[in-house]
């Protein structure tokens, strides 16, 4: 089992920055890939950023250009920088871990909104 947990949500106006955590804890040897999805209001849950254990990344269109991933392997966490938020960017944010074996583990969600 991999257990995660996310923080660093809240409110923000269109333009500013947040910045999100994401703590890993357990069977963290079996993780591969990590990031960060993230569901709208009243949409599917999408992908925003993953990173795998080699550093290789993955990024959401809309997103290129504004948001940072990092990932530290020895404090088993994983970071999302976003900058130039925009309304659109509003929704829950996930932490996402896929082990070697390909089990998928998510965190409980943290709200976002981007609003005047």
């Known amino acids: 089992q991999v257990q995660l947990v996310e923080s660093g949500g809240g409110l923000v106006q269109p333009g500013g920055s947040l910045r999100l955590s994401c703590a890993a804890s357990?069977?963290?040897?079996?993780?591969?890939?990590m990031g960060w999805y993230r569901q709208p209001p009243g949409k599917q849950r999408e992908l925003v950023a993953d990173?795998?254990?080699?550093?290789?990344?993955n990024w959401a269109d809309s997103v290129k250009g504004r948001f940072t991933i990092a990932r530290d392997n020895a404090k088993n966490m994983v970071y999302l920088e976003m900058n130039s938020l925009k309304p659109e960017d509003t929704a829950v944010y996930y932490c996402?871990?896929?082990?070697?074996?390909?089990?998928?583990?998510w965190g409980q969600g943290t709200q976002v909104t981007v609003s005047s």
């Open positions: 357990g069977n963290i040897f079996r993780v591969n890939v």
């Open positions: 996402n871990a896929i082990t070697w074996k390909s089990e998928v583990y």
């Open positions: 990173i795998s254990s080699g550093g290789r990344t």
